[in-house]
Every structure is written in C-alpha cells, then in structure tokens.
C-alpha cells in the first residue's frame, strides 16, 4: 500500500521493518509490526485532516477514565445481591419474583408478562420494593414473604450510579503519570 500526500506522489518510506525485526524487538509495550514506517511529521503534510488537537476537555476525560481504571477500592456490589433480599413473592411454593432493598425485581418470563405495563408510582429503595411486591402478588394471585435482609426505607442507602469526581489536581497527576508512562497508581486517595 502506498501512501501518497496531496498532489499524489508517493512518500517514501522511512524504514522498512521485517517480520525477522519485529521478532527480535519489541517496544515497551510489547508491540511488534511488519511494514513500513512513516515520519509522522511526513504524514502530517499529506494528510493534515486525519489529525487534530485534542481539546482539554478530551484529555480530562482520558484521565478519569485511566484513573477509575487505576483505583483499589473495593467495587460496589450489584442491586441484586443475596445479602440484599427485600422479599420473595410466592404462587403456592414458586418464587416467582425476588425484590431487593434497592427496588430492584427478577422473575421469571411468565411473572414479567403479567406485571408488563403496569404504571408505577415514583418510589425508591424499600418503598418501591414493597409497592412491587403487594402489587405482584396480587396480580400472581401469590403472597409476600418478607426477608431477613428486608431494609426498612430510612436504613437504605442508595448505591452511587455517577462516576467518582475528580479535583483537578487528580487529574493534572493522571495526565502527568501517562506522559511520563507510567502503570503506577498516583496515588489517588478515594477514601474521603
């Protein structure tokens, strides 16, 4: 494939590297490749549109995304943990559908086709999870059984669904550790 700038003629290549280089060394990340090797200030003149400036914005987003990537912190577990059990709603000795403190439903295909639809008021956590509960079982023709895990609505506490916040000075280390190559945590202390 020959690469050609503008006016059509063809760049030369810088050097040519063969599988028989590749093999014998690689770059600090591993990479090997076969083929020809451009000057990228060459390729810039041929074809200055396939590359812009990234904005500040872009690069605050790499390092966010290269620091939630990095951080230790122990995840927060799912909304449909077994420790987490709101209660079970039952058609004689069938659970047909599990609710969890977060207000979160399973339940087989049979059950969802017969809750389908229906509108539901604007409640979360526990609150919901009752509301659902009543309602399916009533709709099941089934009973709700309480769990031992049930929180009551001022226990519960809601799972975080945004991304953590970073300072800028968070950022500004991130964006400063990859331009140096680094895959050392900076550090970040996300326990506050």
């Known amino acids: 494939m020959n690469i050609t700038d503008r006016q059509g003629h063809v760049l ?4 040519h590297v063969t599988k ?3 093999d014998k060394s690689t770059d600090k990340n591993g990479l090997r490749f076969e083929g020809d090797v451009y000057r990228f200030e060459d390729l810039m003149k041929a074809h200055p549109e396939a590359v812009r400036k990234v904005t500040s914005a872009e690069v605050d987003e790499i390092a966010r995304v290269w620091l939630q990537q990095k951080e230790t912190a ?3 577990g799912s909304d449909n943990e077994p420790n987490d059990v709101y209660a079970t709603v039952k058609v004689g000795n069938q659970v047909v559908a599990t609710l969890y403190n977060g207000g979160l439903a399973e339940m087989s295909n049979a059950a969802a086709g017969v809750v389908s639809g229906i509108e539901e008021p604007p409640l979360v956590g526990p609150a919901l999870a009752q509301w659902r509960a009543e309602t399916y079982a009533k709709l099941l023709g089934g009973k709700v059984e309480i769990a031992d895990t049930a929180k009551a609505q001022s226990e519960w506490t809601p799972r975080s669904g945004t991304a953590p916040q970073y300072s800028r000075a ?4 991130a964006i400063a550790a990859m331009q140096k190559g680094t895959t050392q945590s900076v550090g970040v202390d996300r326990s506050a």
């Open 74 to 76: 122990p995840q927060v």
């Open 20 to 22: 028989a280089d590749s």
């Open 170 to 173: 968070e950022l500004d280390a």
């Open 12 to 15: 030369t290549p810088y050097v």
